[in-house]
């Protein structure tokens, strides 16, 4: 079905390490996005890019997250200092064009903050 | 902002029985998505319907536009297919509702 990597599949940090997460898009998709989803099921938009441009971004990720997509190398998401609250399960999604197009989701990395 | 709704948010059946899913959303929009998330946190995608009736395998989801709806039928579901079905609205960004959680007993 998808073919969108992601890793680490776990990641285990530290209150106020960085946390560092990279997507590979499904081959020849210029549109990736990033979602945190919560215990509750809830999904958190936090950005999307078109080729190595951000599209959107909220608050918090602008604040706290670095996140770049650059030509020929793996999207990455990067929490500057971590917090509890942001133990969650990211999920990086690529799709082939505009809002018509299909969606597919890599397996996700899941993030406790001790 | 745009919502999507999804009943019933838990759902417990005896393998062999059918499932109905129901998805409610508060505009429409060009693209609606039906995944399955496994117990692992893993999401695929199961069928892309923005309007009218799609099948694959023994899924088949059925959109109505104007009435901002969309259903997932299952049928003679199975145990491997336990797990959360999430319902997403495809616009500039993705919406998505809070997953019906399906448990099949053997």
């Known amino acids: 079905n998808s073919k969108v990597i992601q890793t680490p599949r776990y990641l285990v940090k530290g209150q106020g390490q960085k946390a560092k997460m990279r997507c590979i898009p499904e081959k020849g998709h210029p549109v990736v996005f990033w979602y945190q989803q919560n215990k509750n099921n809830e999904f958190k938009f936090l950005i999307n890019f078109q080729n190595q441009e951000v599209l959107q971004q909220i608050d918090m990720t602008e604040k706290r997250f670095s996140a770049e997509c650059p030509s020929n190398s793996p999207c990455s998401l990067e929490i500057q200092s971590s917090e509890a609250g942001d133990s969650a399960l990211y999920l990086c999604?690529?799709?082939?064009?505009?809002?018509?197009?299909?969606?597919?989701f890599g397996s996700g990395t899941r993030l406790t903050v001790l | 902002g745009q919502q999507v709704q999804q009943s019933p948010s838990s759902l417990v059946l005896q393998e062999g029985e059918n499932a109905e899913l129901q998805c409610n959303f508060s505009s429409t929009a060009t693209q609606l998505q039906w995944f399955y998330q496994s117990p692992g946190g893993s999401l695929v995608s199961l069928l892309s319907n923005p309007s009218g009736t799609k099948h694959t395998g023994r899924l088949t989801s059925t959109t109505v536009t104007k009435e901002r709806r969309s259903s997932l039928h299952i049928s003679s579901s199975q145990t491997t297919d336990s797990g959360t079905y999430l319902c997403a609205l495809n616009a500039y960004k993705v919406i998505f509702g809070k997953g019906t959680h399906l448990h099949v007993l053997p």
């Open positions: 999604a690529s799709r082939l064009g505009g809002s018509a197009e299909t969606l597919y």
